[in-house]
């Protein structure tokens, strides 16, 4: 394989490492921004568990009032109860106890829902609060993973970097022009390799059997008739010879 084919290989290897370095770094404060997101989802989670417990409690406060002075009304009336003195008035008492009595009931049942109802809430508060510890934890481990990532591709990024330079100064600048213009048309692959039976792997457009002979002997800059990416072969590997063990 000639040198500058070997080049523009390298070229294109280092290319690729940066591009997909540069990618990662660009993705990583979304990455960070994601797991700050499952965070504050999490928070959310149980901020919405205790508000809900809020409102059961305030609501059985608020019906155990209502139940209290059902209580006292209900009091009043049996103790004016001993007072009346005709039939009538006795009556007419009655229905009030037996009004408020009921009245009293319901919101007494009403009371005992909400009990259970804040019961099941604090379940969910205790579940809530385990999930965003454990949220927590785990982002945190995620952020510094993250983190030391990052100092790993940025470190690869500038190896690359530096190893493509030094490699651009020591090829032909027309060949670095030419890798570098197809690069910029197909989405930064400028090399591609013929296939055993003369097929161009990036297009998959056949190759004209005297163009894939001279592709073959990897001594030339030779460009894909369809795609335009700089071709070279790849010979296939040696057969692996089998050793046969013969049974005496």
Not at 11 to 18: D, E, K, R
Not at 89 to 118: P, S
Not at 130 to 158: D, F, M, R, W
Request: aromatic residues 4%.
């Amino acid at each position: 394989m000639s040198p500058d084919i070997e080049r523009l290989l390298q070229l294109q290897h280092l290319a690729t490492t940066i591009d997909e370095a540069r990618q990662e770094i660009a993705a990583h404060p979304q990455r960070l921004a994601d797991a700050e997101t499952r965070l504050g989802e999490a928070t959310q989670a149980v901020d919405a568990a205790k508000q809900r417990l809020k409102t059961s409690q305030d609501a059985r406060r608020d019906l155990e009032k209502e139940a209290a002075v059902f209580q006292g009304r209900l009091t009043k009336f049996k103790d004016q109860l001993s007072a009346v003195k005709t039939n009538r008035e006795f009556t007419a008492m009655q229905h009030e106890i037996d009004a408020a009595t009921r009245d009293l009931g319901v919101v007494e049942e009403k009371v005992l829902e909400r009990m259970m109802e804040a019961d099941a809430v604090a379940v969910e508060v205790k579940q809530a609060e385990g999930e965003l510890a454990s949220q927590k934890k785990a982002i945190e481990a995620e952020k510094k993973t993250l983190t030391e990532e990052l100092a790993t591709v940025e470190a690869s990024l500038k190896t690359a970097s530096d190893a493509r330079a030094a490699l651009v100064a020591q090829t032909d600048p027309n060949l670095i022009a030419r890798f570098e213009q197809v690069a910029k048309a197909r989405k930064g692959i400028a090399l591609s390799r013929a296939t055993y039976d003369g097929l161009c792997t990036a297009c998959h457009v056949r190759l004209r059997p005297h163009v894939f002979q001279q592709i073959r002997q990897n001594d030339a800059i030779i460009q894909c008739d369809s795609c335009q990416r700089i071709m070279y072969y790849q010979p296939p590997p040696p057969p692996i010879e089998q050793a046969v063990t013969h049974r005496s």
